[in-house]
């Protein structure tokens, strides 16, 4: 669908594995929990639970502190190319772009300023630290307490707001937004399952795919 000028646009954008290229939470899990967060994950992936109750499960599993976390995150994020030139045409062009997450908050932000990127929307997890584990509780636009649905239900509020919008992501709970989006760009498990239910996308390798396809539909 081409997009309107005259209609404000934003880019609801997924971040890990989107705007990383690994999946951040996948790595403090791997290096940090204590217990088997494997089989949570299993669970959801074979619909046990929903996203959101496997990630708060799992990361109560982790009894680090705020500033281990941090240092940890620092040295182990790689951000996928062409990020900076993706928020640079937003700018540009006047498009509102936000980040909506199912990962915590405190580690999205904490590479976001390792980039010296400010200003930018970020919804996810609220994450409380504690000796006993990580306490992630996600809220929704209303500040009620969400444990499903929390990316699409940003994508509806987006769209009672009268957003033409514009979707990136790579996992599978992407594809609930996707649905709603007027664009999508997918690649990784997200590419799969829009390819899978005949869902239209532009496939993307990095953010610099994602810019052009954008140029495109302006």
Not at 48 to 69: H, P, Q
Not at 182 to 207: G, Q, R, S, Y
Request: charged share 25%; hydrophobic share 40%.
């Amino acid at each position: 669908m081409q997009a309107d000028k005259k209609v404000k646009t934003l880019v609801q954008c997924d971040f890990d594995g989107t705007i990383t290229e690994e999946d951040i939470s996948f790595l403090i899990l791997d290096n940090f929990a204590d217990g088997d967060w494997r089989k949570l994950l299993n669970d959801y992936q074979i619909g046990v639970i929903s996203v959101g109750n496997f990630n708060t499960a799992a990361f109560n599993m982790v009894k680090a502190d705020k500033e281990t976390l941090k240092e940890f995150v620092e040295q182990k994020t790689r951000i996928r190319e062409g990020f900076p030139e993706l928020l640079a045409l937003c700018r540009k062009m006047d498009y509102r772009f936000v980040i909506v997450s199912n990962g915590l908050e405190f580690y999205i932000n904490t590479i976001l300023q390792m980039l010296g990127i400010e200003n930018i929307e970020v919804f996810a997890a609220k994450a409380e630290f504690n000796p006993s584990g990580i306490k992630a509780r996600y809220l929704g636009p209303d500040g009620s307490e969400l444990q499903n649905d929390y990316k699409v239900t940003y994508t509806r509020h987006f769209l009672e707001d009268k957003y033409y919008i514009i979707y990136i992501g790579n996992g599978a709970s992407d594809v609930y937004s996707a649905r709603l989006a007027n664009h999508v760009f997918a690649t990784d498990t997200m590419l799969a399952k829009c390819k899978k239910i005949k869902l239209e996308c532009t496939p993307f390798i990095n953010l610099n795919d994602v810019v052009e396809g954008i140029k495109a539909i302006i």
